[in-house]
């Protein structure tokens, strides 16, 4: 079982969701308010799961989600700040979500049904299946289809 798969998008759910609160600021990322206290192994070096938090993070930085300007030791990203393309895939609207609701105000249908929101409320309720299906539809290029250079002229 691929559960490093798993630990991945509980991370970049939450660490794009702690920039997405603080967008457009920039602020320091640490590993420790993503996934807790940790404790080094016998040489001092993070653990397996620190190293794939951090891991999780530059992974998310050199596909252009986020930028920062430099690492804290292993403990955190200094300085970052959501992309555009980071911030637009959190605020667009996730295919399904948009509540009939007719008493509420347009404004809070839209939060609700923001790929932010539906990710804070999976992780709310610690629901690693609908993680997983959210963190994918982030990555995808447009909410349900990959694009194809051939097709669109080009690939975002």
Same mark, same amino acid.
């Given at each position: 079982?691929?559960? %490093?798969?798993?630990? &991945?998008?509980? *991370? ?10 603080? +967008? ?8 420790? *308010? ?8 016998? &040489? /001092? ?24 300007? =430099?690492?804290?030791? +292993?403990?955190?990203? *200094? ?6 393309? /980071? +911030?637009?895939?959190? =605020?667009?609207?996730?295919? /399904?979500?948009?509540?009939? *609701?007719?008493?509420?105000?347009? =404004? ?30 982030? +990555?995808? =290029? %447009?909410?349900?289809?990959?694009? !194809?250079?051939?097709? !669109?002229? %080009?690939?975002?």
């Amino acid at each position: 079982m691929d559960l %490093q798969i798993d630990d &991945f998008y509980k *991370d970049a759910a939450g660490g794009l969701l702690m920039l997405y609160q603080a +967008f457009p600021r920039k602020v320091s990322l640490y590993v420790e *308010d993503l996934i807790g206290r940790e404790e080094p192994d016998e &040489f /001092g070096l993070p653990s397996k799961r620190h190293q794939g938090c951090l891991g999780a993070l530059l992974w998310l930085a050199e596909e252009g989600y986020l930028r920062y300007e =430099s690492t804290i030791h +292993f403990q955190a990203l *200094d300085q970052a700040v959501l992309t555009e393309k /980071g +911030f637009v895939r959190l =605020s667009r609207a996730v295919p /399904g979500q948009i509540a009939d *609701d007719l008493s509420l105000p347009p =404004s809070v249908l839209r939060i609700q049904a923001s790929l932010a929101h539906q990710l804070r409320e999976a992780l709310k309720r610690a629901n690693s299946e609908r993680i997983a299906q959210l963190a994918r539809l982030m +990555f995808e =290029s %447009q909410s349900g289809a990959p694009q !194809h250079p051939s097709l !669109h002229g %080009q690939a975002t």
